[in-house]
């Protein structure tokens, strides 16, 4: 199965650190957060007080209009019905105060989302850039992508939205309890009571209902798994007749989803049914207590107390409602947040000493002192290697795929460091220096080549935004392609699909030789090229490499005839070093390399020619 699956949340306790470190982020914009919450607690105090608006209108006008309406034949009075319109005012002003408030939370929580997904997606990029080589060897594409993209707004959307749900609900229950037990202690007790139990329901059906969408979730990716491989592998099943055992595997992880998915709907399909019965039973009770209050004489409450007491009973458990809900958002969102602070606490595995200082010129003297290198620990790339590499030398590195020629050179780079031993350039351990003036005066050309969205020209100058059109034209003299010239405003498009793999090389070649570098380095670089397009480039190449340290690997042996000197890698070990003269009278490593490749590729040239 996919090592990527979906974090299942297990530890209770990671709920709170992964909340508060979201919301340090939304903290950075403080008075943002200040009229959110100001406003959404106005929409709650305005919703608390309309029970009792509503007592203060059945006490103070509705029963003495119905008591005037039965005196009107006796005393030959008219109705005063003034007092109908001031509660008019008051329920029309209220409603512009909710629309005010409601339209300045939405705009504060959409603010607060918009610009801490900024924020946060800035910081995962950031340390992207900073992140090294060995970070992304573990880490797929699409898994990083996912991060920036929908985790993001998963997470944002939990501070933003969720955030009305359990302030407007936090609001709601105490502005509702401060008022009943303002006006009557023993029906509030009744209301509170119910508080506690309405909530553990609530949370509980909501965990449950969380916790099998999950495994719905982990079953369909099962099942699409499933599907892919034995769709793709159908031939392999027909011929070695396993289509039943296809059929029933495939026939178990659907139940498995069946059964979750079913769970997860009959939790769903209980929960609001059961949370307005518990409701209605607070409402039922004050009705039964509140009645006989106000039934008795003298009467214990008014009726308009019972009518207000009655909607509290039936209000108080939609902020619940609402707090359960952002627990569970919540607890759904945790996933997304750990993958997201999975990433922003990943550790820099290459990164300047707190003393490093700058390279100056680089002359470009290299030196292996003993070095060894592994990706995995019982799995050395190069063990105790010993290479000295003069300024201004150029010096191939041949050898079987696997053998640690990339590894070598990524060394150089210091895109990986050494696990033992140390690396030298013009005599001082480069793990002293900055990162950076080394890899300023470094080229690098690989054999894959990657461009970025815009024109040519762009591209061409991306690692020295200051330079001019001449030194473009420059560069592209130096590789053989001057007819570039009047191609430097073509759009590349996106990573470079508009044009061809060797048209790609020709550009990553001209943006490393536009850097003038000290040291150049080229990793199989002609491989994706024909070879008229390899000649041109050669000949600039041996005219860029004069005075500079060269290091390359060449996929055709034929074009490192000329390096001064050859060096055969085989398991992490130097075989053989000299130049290729001295290499071919040896009749070792080298030769054998070279002659198979000559005879492969005359072999080749004789059936086109057939």
């Known amino acids: 199965m996919s090592e990527l699956k979906e974090k299942q949340f297990k530890t209770k306790g990671a709920l709170y650190p992964f909340l ?21 607690l106005m929409v709650a105090a305005v919703e608390a007080i309309f029970p009792i608006v509503w007592l203060n209108l059945i006490d103070n006008v509705i029963v003495p209009l119905i008591d005037g309406r039965n005196n009107v034949s006796a005393t030959g009075q008219e109705i005063d019905t003034s007092g109908l319109w001031s509660y008019t005012i008051i329920f029309f002003v209220l409603g512009i105060v909710i629309a005010i408030s409601v339209y300045a939370f939405i705009s504060f929580a959409g603010r607060i989302q918009e610009y801490v997904m900024y924020d946060i997606r800035q910081d995962m990029f950031n340390k992207l850039q900073k992140l090294s080589f060995s970070f992304y060897d573990k880490s797929a594409v699409g898994w990083l992508m996912s991060r920036i993209t929908s985790d993001s707004v998963k997470v944002t959307e939990l ?5 009305i749900e359990v302030v407007w609900g936090t609001g709601m229950i105490v502005f509702c309890l401060l008022a009943m037990f303002l006006y009557n202690w023993k029906l509030a007790l009744i209301v509170t009571i119910t508080i506690p139990v309405l909530t553990i329901i609530s949370f509980r059906i909501r965990m449950l209902i969380l916790r099998y969408s999950r495994e719905s979730r982990k079953h369909n990716s099962e099942i699409t798994a499933s599907f892919n491989e034995h769709i793709s592998g159908v031939e392999v099943n027909k011929s070695l007749v396993q289509e039943e055992r296809a059929s029933n595997e495939f026939d178990e992880l659907s139940e498995k989803m069946r059964i979750a998915s079913y769970k997860s709907s009959f939790y769903m399909a209980v929960y609001l049914p059961l949370v307005i019965f518990l409701g209605s039973c607070a409402a039922a009770l004050i009705i039964y207590y509140g009645g006989n209050m106000a039934l008795t004489l003298p009467p214990g409450i008014t009726v308009g107390m019972l009518a207000a007491f009655f909607g509290y009973a039936t209000l108080i458990y939609e902020p619940i409602l609402d707090i359960s809900r ?16 999975s990433l922003l606490d ?7 000493d707190k003393e490093a200082i700058d390279f100056h010129k680089i002359k470009g003297d290299i030196e292996f002192e003993d070095v060894s290198f592994y990706y995995h620990r019982d799995n050395p790339v190069i ?39 140390v690396i030298k350039i013009d005599n001082e351990n480069y793990m002293t220096k900055t990162i950076k003036s ?19 020209r762009d591209n061409i100058k991306y690692g020295k935004e200051d330079a001019t059109d001449e030194e473009i034209i420059e560069s592209l003299r130096m590789v053989g392609r001057s007819d570039y010239i009047n191609r430097l ?38 491989s994706s090229v024909d070879t008229l397009t390899e000649a041109r480039i050669q000949n600039g190449i041996n005219k860029l490499i004069e005075g500079r340290t060269s290091i390359i690997i060449a ?41 198979r490749q000559l005879r492969e590729q005359r072999e080749k040239e004789m059936l086109q020619v057939i």
């Not at 030398?393 to 460091?417: C, D, P």
């Not at 690989?446 to 024109?455: A, E, I, V």
């Open 20 to 40: 508060k470190r979201i919301f340090v982020y939304s903290f950075r914009y403080k008075k943002w957060i200040a009229g959110f919450v100001i406003f959404v």
């Open 159 to 163: 501070i933003s939205w969720g955030m």
């Open 326 to 341: 952002f627990y569970a958002q919540a607890q759904g969102s945790l996933s997304a947040g750990e993958r997201i602070f």
């Open 346 to 352: 990943a550790k820099v595995q290459i990164r300047d």
């Open 383 to 421: 063990e105790n290697m010993n290479l000295k590499i003069k300024a201004g030398e150029s010096v191939a590195l041949v050898g079987e795929t696997g053998g640690g020629k990339s590894t070598i050179i990524n060394l150089i780079g210091r895109f990986y460091e050494p696990t033992g031993g």
């Open 438 to 456: 080394l890899r300023n005066q470094l080229g690098v050309v690989l054999q894959t080549p990657h461009l970025f969205s815009g024109s040519i």
């Open 489 to 526: 405003d073509e759009n590349v498009g996106e990573g470079g699909e508009n044009l061809s793999m060797g048209e790609r090389q020709i550009i990553s070649f001209a943006r490393a030789v536009l850097a003038n570098p000290r040291i150049f380095i080229m990793d199989e670089a002609t």
């Open 555 to 595: 996929h055709r042996l034929s074009t490192i005839k000329n390096c001064d000197r050859i060096i055969v890698i085989k398991a992490g070990k130097i075989v053989e070093d000299g130049s290729h003269k001295e290499l071919m009278k040896r009749k070792e490593a080298y030769y054998h390399l070279y002659t």
